[in-house]
């Protein structure tokens, strides 16, 4: 199982969801992807995709304005 | 008791996000409020049209004479009496207000001097088609829907192609 963290601090929408998208598809399934975001809209279009197609998603808030979503791959 | 339970409304009203539901009700009554309190159409990009030219004429440059600023001269500009430029300012002052009590705001660092590139022409670029359009997403569509304004269907429609085009190239060439 492995771990991968996507740096997407200081990017506006909808650049985190398609770079998030792209880093999925090359992940196995089981496999946890970490994406740093602190555009508070992403916090709403990542979790919404990624739940959509089904994988597991988590989103900790680390600092003010700042969060990471934990997102793994189900399938 | 946790720290979540303790401020319980905090976190339901003020942190945790509204629905895209309830932001549409909201939006369509106030948008509604906003036209029977101050009786004009809002629009965003014609009060700033008029700051940019209220500095340029600061500057000395004389911006009268322009074509742009013949039916409301930057001279006689005033801006207490401008109720949407008062909404504009109200909306970033809301906007402010409402990251603070959700304890969101932050300072986000420039992440590549292409990224800047990126906001300063795109912003340019708004700019421009904004005012040669004579609105915005605000003027052009928010107001104009409750209005009952065939334009602002129009302008929903060209604005979602755009999008759809402008986002295809976005990640073509910019990621």
């Known amino acids: 199982m492995a771990e991968k963290t996507l740096d997407c601090l200081g990017e506006a929408c909808p650049v985190p969801l398609v770079k998030t998208q792209k880093a999925m598809e090359s992940m196995a399934v089981g496999d946890v992807l970490i994406v740093n975001i602190d555009h508070s809209c992403a916090m709403k279009n990542i979790p919404d995709w990624a739940r959509s197609v089904g994988h597991v998603v988590e989103i900790e808030e680390v600092a003010e304005g700042e969060w990471n979503i934990i997102i793994q791959k189900m399938k | ?175």
């Not at chain 2, 979540?4 to 932001?23: C, I, N, R, V």
């Not at chain 2, 002052?93 to 969101?104: C, D, M, R, T």
């Not at chain 2, 009952?148 to 190239?169: E, M, Q, T």
């Open chain 2, 1 to 175: 008791m946790s720290e979540k339970k303790k401020y319980q409304f905090h976190e339901l009203y003020l942190k945790k996000e509204w629905s895209y539901q309830t932001g549409a009700v909201l939006l369509a009554l106030f948008s509604l409020a906003l036209v029977i309190v101050t009786g004009k159409s809002w629009g965003v990009t014609g009060p700033l049209g008029m700051w940019g030219g209220w500095i340029l004429s600061k500057l000395g440059i004389a911006v009268d004479t322009w074509a742009g600023f013949k039916a409301t001269p930057v001279a006689s500009y005033d801006i207490w009496k401008d109720l949407p430029a008062l909404t504009n300012i109200g909306i970033v002052v809301g906007a402010l207000l409402a990251v603070l009590l959700a304890a969101q705001f932050k300072i986000k660092k420039l992440k590549s001097i292409k990224n800047l590139w990126a906001a300063i022409l795109g912003g340019l670029l708004m700019g421009i088609g904004a005012r040669i359009s004579l609105g915005c997403n605000i003027g052009a569509f928010f107001t104009a829907l409750p209005a009952f304004s065939l334009h602002g269907w129009i302008f929903w429609i060209s604005i979602f192609s755009g999008a759809a085009v402008g986002s295809k190239l976005l990640v073509k060439y910019f990621m």
